[in-house]
Structure formats: C-alpha cells, structure tokens
C-alpha cells in the first residue's frame, strides 16, 4: 500500500522558514517523482513542486521559486520541503505524493502550515 506521512508543519511569522519531511513507502521509492502540494484556504489543491530522485530534476511553481527547496533521501525513502521567506499566501495543508507529468495521486494526510504574525 503506497503511503506517505508528512511532518515538520506549525506556525511561523511571515519572513520565516520551515522544514517538511514525507516518509515515503510501499512502492519503490526511485520509480516515481515525488513532490508537494498544498491546499490553500478557498482554493483546490495545487502543485508546488516535484523532484525525481533518480536525476535531480526538479520543478518549482513560480510563486515558490528562489524559496522553496525540494530534496530526496533516497536511502532513507524521504524527501524533504525546505521552505524559506514564508509569506501568508504560503499558509495551508501540506501534502506528498507522487507526481508524474505534472499530476498528483496518492497523497497522504498532510500537515499544516500557517504563517501569520
């Protein structure tokens, strides 16, 4: 069964950083990309970014680029969401799952991020 769990979600002051985890199983983790995605207040779920561990390559939605950093550990099946210069359009519930060609499935429970003063 493929699962992700999310942690490392809270609540920062504008201007502040963060760093998500998602442990990854159940499926083999070099197989997939992996990203995040986020649903925030009054809109659907959107994509934020992907990386596939078996070459690095990365995408990053342009309201996220230059601050968010996404990582993979592939010996420990987790990838990582380093997000920096948080700002309030930033705030809502952060998700993992695997991306493949720009579509998200199998996301799990997701945690929280609320950056507010």
């Known amino acids: 069964e493929v699962q992700f769990v999310e942690s490392g979600g809270g609540l920062v002051q504008p201007g502040g950083s963060l760093r998500l985890s998602c442990a990854a199983s159940g499926f083999t983790f070099d197989d997939y990309p992996i990203g995040w995605l986020r649903q925030v207040p009054g809109k659907e779920r959107e994509g934020v970014t992907c990386v596939r561990s078996s070459d690095g390559s990365t995408y990053y939605r342009d309201s996220v680029e230059g601050r968010f950093t996404i990582a993979s550990d592939k010996g420990k099946n987790t990838v990582y969401l380093q997000m920096n210069s948080l700002i309030p359009e930033d705030t809502g519930v952060y998700y993992c799952?695997?991306?493949?060609?720009?579509?998200?499935?199998?996301w799990g429970q997701g945690t929280q991020v609320t950056v507010s003063s």
């Open positions: 799952a695997k991306c493949v060609d720009g579509r998200y499935s199998d």
